[in-house]
Each structure stands twice: as structure tokens, then as C-alpha cells.
């Protein structure tokens, strides 16, 4: 965590939210996107996922985007690989956080990357061993992530235990960390405060600092304040909420970053991003994709009348 910052905001939205949605971004696009979020103070984009173009044709410009972020001094370049090819191609390009998902459902497993869970592991194990022969000042920051840990669409409930079993499984596979993920937006924050303490009695409390939330049910941001209170500190969100749910009409993708970072400033935490260049990059977003709906309360409401930001407060070494 940087000095300057209490929470550590990653904006997902060039992968998750554009992933999710028909419209291909044209990469000049993503790349002035990127450079705004970078330009406002976020410190880490998930810029892309190395799936091949058939799969995702959204997303088949992710290293070109690595190479562009990788450019923008002290941004944190990530990327989503899911299988050892894309990990491959994500070293290649010289991504500094490989983020791998592994359902804790299995069924969601099968049907999302066509491999149980020995397959998944055996295939994370390989990865492990390309990213931690490395050279150290090489390596890529390896995240295992629990995708569907609350709960499955196709399984219905997941079994807390087996999040465990899995997250354990992940460290023995050479994972520097493993992630929380909220893919369904089931989680709701008691779940979300008991398995977070769970996880880090299985796996150590700094081998488990991050979660990804959905709002689908409109309880993103009230599981972000139970993974904050209970000691979290970095969190996904995605720029109006982009992706959405096809099934849930109305419903946003990720945990919304303008409203996120509302809350957490107005809650007296840094998050060192400035709101104004946020409202900004949401402007530019919309232009470039003018038929998505852009989701997030605070955009349309506006901000508080004397509202003042944490970050912006005296001490903080933003200081105005
Ligand atoms: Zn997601």
C-alpha cells in the first residue's frame, strides 16, 4: 500500500466490464481510458485477459494494453489468465499482476474454462512454476482467485469449506495470494466478514488482502464496508459499474468505482483518487460507448454540498 492511500482501489472495468458487454472498445479508447484512470490516482487497472480472440474478441488487444500500461510510471499493470498459454502470453507482455480464477464450483468450472478442479490445479501448478522461476524483479504478482466463493447460479450454495480446501490449494500451487470473488453477487456481508476471517486462518492473514464484489443484488458496496471492517483493504470496481447482468435487468456488473470511492473518502479514508477526473473518465466512457448504461448513485445524485474528501484533507501528502 502506497503512503498516500488507506484503501487500494483496482479498476477492473477494461476486463470485467468490457468483457461483459457486445460493443468492442476500440483500443485508442482503452488506452485514453487507462491513462485517465492512472491520471486520477488509481494505482492498479486490470487492463485485459489473454483468452483467445475467438472467446473473447473484446478483449484481443490486452498486450498491447500491458505494453501501454507499463508505460504510465508507478500504475500497477494486471491481467486475467486462464489457463498456462495465457499466462505465457501475459508474462510475455510483461503484466505485473497474473490474476488466475479458479470456481469453487465446480459445475461453473466445467462450464467456464472446461476443467474440474484437479485439471484447474494441475494447470495453476504450471503456471506457478513459469512465474516463480523468474528472476525476482521479473516476476509477476500471482493471484489464485475463489470465483463463485459465495455461491453458484448452476450449484446454489457453496460449501465454505471447500472455498478453504481450494484457497489452500492455490498456495501449494505457487500463488503469492489468493482473492476473494463475488462472481454471482450472492454474497451478503456476514458471509463476506466470517469467510474472510476463515480464509485467513487457513491461509494467513497477507496471503488474503483483496475482494471482488458485485452489485447484482444491490449489496456491493454494503459487503465492501463488512470486508473493510474486518481489515481488507484492496478492492475491485469497475467505472459505471460497466458490464451489467443480462439477467438481472437494471442490475450493474461490478461494485461501482465512482460510488466507492464517495463512500470510502467520505468515511475519512484515502483512496487517492480525485473525484473530478473520475466524473471525467465516466464522461469519456460514455461517449465512447454511447447505447451501455453506466450504472452508480453518486454520478447522478452529485456530491454532497461541503463534502470533503479524505485524500484531499490537510496531512495528506495530496495537501489541496
Ligand atoms: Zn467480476
Redesign the pocket.
Same mark, same amino acid.
Request: charged share 20%; proline share 0%; glycine share 20%.
Given at each position: 500500500m502506497r503512503a498516500d492511500r488507506d484503501v487500494l482501489i483496482s479498476e477492473?472495468g477494461p476486463r /470485467?466490464g468490457l468483457q461483459s458487454i457486445q460493443a468492442i472498445l476500440p483500443t485508442a479508447a482503452k488506452k485514453a481510458w487507462i491513462s485517465a484512470a492512472a491520471a486520477s490516482g488509481i494505482a492498479e487497472v486490470e487492463v485485459g485477459s489473454f483468452v483467445p480472440a475467438s472467446v473473447l474478441p473484446q478483449l484481443a488487444d490486452t498486450a498491447e494494453l500491458v505494453a501501454h500500461g507499463r508505460g504510465i510510471s508507478g500504475l500497477t499493470v494486471a491481467v486475467l489468465v486462464p489457463n498456462f498459454k495465457g499466462a505465457q502470453a501475459a508474462v510475455a507482455a510483461g503484466a505485473h499482476k497474473i490474476t488466475v480464477p479458479l470456481s469453487v464450483s465446480e459445475t461453473h468450472s466445467l462450464r467456464n474454462v472446461r476443467r474440474n478442479h484437479a485439471q484447474m490445479l494441475d494447470e495453476i501448478r504450471r503456471i506457478g512454476e513459469l512465474v516463480n522461476a523468474l528472476p525476482e524483479g521479473q516476476r509477476p504478482h500471482l493471484e489464485g482467485s475463489l470465483s463463485t466463493a459465495f455461491g453458484c447460479t448452476l450449484e446454489g450454495v457453496v460449501p465454505e469449506k471447500r472455498v478453504l480446501e481450494l484457497a489452500v490449494a492455490l498456495m501449494e500451487a505457487g500463488c503469492h495470494e489468493v482473492g476473494l470473488?463475488d462472481?454471482t453477487g450472492y454474497a451478503n456481508p456476514a458471509q463476506v466478514r466470517r469467510l474472510v476471517r476463515a480464509l485467513w486462518s487457513a491461509v494467513g492473514r497477507h496471503q488474503l488482502s483483496g475482494i471482488?464484489l458485485?452489485n447484482t443484488r444491490g449489496l456491493g458496496l454494503a459487503n465492501a464496508v463488512a470486508a473493510l471492517e474486518v481489515g481488507l483493504n484492496t478492492f /475491485?470496481a469497475s467505472l459505471g459499474g460497466l #458490464?451489467g447482468c443480462p439477467f438481472a435487468p437494471g442490475a450493474s #456488473?461490478?461494485i461501482v468505482t465512482e460510488d466507492l470511492v464517495f463512500m470510502l473518502e467520505a468515511m475519512g479514508l484515502r483512496t487517492g483518487i480525485d473525484y473530478a477526473a473520475l466524473l471525467a473518465q465516466r464522461a469519456l466512457l460514455q461517449q465512447a460507448l454511447p447505447a451501455e448504461p453506466l450504472y452508480g448513485m453518486v454520478p447522478l445524485a452529485g456530491l454532497p454540498l461541503g463534502f470533503q474528501p479524505a485524500s484531499a484533507s490537510p496531512g495528506s501528502s495530496k495537501g489541496s
Open positions: 477492473v /470485467d470473488s462472481t471482488h458485485h /475491485d #458490464g #456488473g461490478n
